[in-house]
């Protein structure tokens, strides 16, 4: 009779050890989008392999680029944030190192002269951007897949004030999780 508890104590343990060594061979599955290759279309200005990138679906974009402008050389130039009175528009876009390479697409539609890309939270690689302005003409800057630092630069200057379509933007986090900013200012 008294060995009963001590049996039950012992059968007690034994399932508890199994359930524990059970639940520690469980694997944690996580779905992650699919990895395809950047599209450009004919006249992409850039020549080099472009990444694998995961695709934010985003919003359908009015206009595609029917002709490509020279690219321009990205130019790490710190600049300040003009006031939010300035600015016509803006976009914030959150992306994770273990995503790897994204590719994401801001609708703009609205005229300005000069766009600042902001980077928070930590440090961001970029391969292109590429502005879609309104009548179709496309200007990429070739970041060269650099890595920059958080701050604020000046993206692309055209002071005769055009309206943009819209932006995409070929980027990957070099920290944990980066936030990329997109300003129009007019």
């Not at 061979?25 to 990444?51: A, N, S």
């Not at 060269?144 to 309206?163: E, M, N, Q, T």
């Amino acid at each position: 009779m008294k060995r009963s508890p001590v049996l039950f104590l012992i059968v007690a343990l034994t399932f508890s050890v199994s359930h524990s060594a059970d639940a520690a061979r469980r694997t944690r599955v996580v779905v992650r989008t699919p990895h395809t290759r950047v599209v450009v279309h004919t006249g992409f200005p850039i020549h080099r392999t472009l990444p694998t990138v995961v695709v934010r679906t985003g919003p359908v974009v009015r206009v595609a680029p029917r002709v490509y402008l020279p690219s321009v050389a990205f130019v790490a130039t710190v600049a300040a944030l003009p006031p939010a009175t300035a600015r016509v528009w803006s976009h914030d876009e959150s992306i994770d190192r273990e995503d790897g390479w994204t590719e994401f697409t801001t609708n703009i539609d609205k005229r300005g002269n000069r766009l600042f890309l902001q980077i928070d939270r930590g440090a961001a690689q970029f391969s292109f951007a590429e502005v879609v302005f309104e009548n179709g003409e496309t200007q990429v800057v070739d970041f060269s897949d650099a890595v920059h630092a958080p701050g604020v630069y000046s993206l692309l200057d055209f002071k005769d004030g055009r309206a943009v379509d819209h932006v995409r933007v070929v980027a990957k986090a070099a920290t944990e999780s980066t936030t990329i900013s997109l300003h129009l200012v007019s």
